[in-house]
């Protein structure tokens, strides 16, 4: 079992910057061995989007429209995960999402946060 805590977030015009923070908590069994990273959904009802994930290794996968821009990066021994979002774009509107996946593949989620890009 894991929890998640997520910070930052805001509003920010087009071309700026912001930081999502998300420190995990829980068992050690999903705390070791995993893969962190974020998610976003742009409209209410709309399946979450991959933006960048980290595995315990070291391992990135980021998604194709924030490739360049948005830099994923974690800390083991904290058990964090941090997104820095650079040259936001107005569609990069969103909640986003903290997500953990173990090694038994449950995948836990935190609350969202708004991200909102204005022109």
């Known amino acids: 079992q894991a929890q998640l805590m997520e910070s930052g977030g805001g509003s920010v015009q087009a071309g700026g910057s912001l930081r999502l923070s998300c420190t995990a908590s829980?068992?050690?069994?999903?705390?070791?061995?995993?893969?962190m990273g974020w998610y976003r959904r742009v409209l209410p009802g709309k399946r979450r989007e991959l933006v960048a994930?980290?595995?315990?290794?070291?391992?990135?996968n980021y998604g194709d429209s924030v490739k360049g821009r948005f830099t994923v990066s974690r800390d083991n021994a904290k058990n964090t995960v941090d997104l820095a979002m650079n040259n936001l774009k107005p569609e990069d509107t969103a909640v986003y999402y903290c997500?953990?996946?173990?090694?038994?593949?449950?995948?836990?989620w935190g609350q969202g946060t708004q991200v909102t890009v204005s022109s």
């Open positions: 997500s953990l996946v173990d090694r038994s593949t449950a995948n836990f």
């Open positions: 829980g068992t050690a069994f999903s705390l070791t061995d995993n893969v």
């Open positions: 994930v980290m595995s315990s290794s070291g391992n990135t």
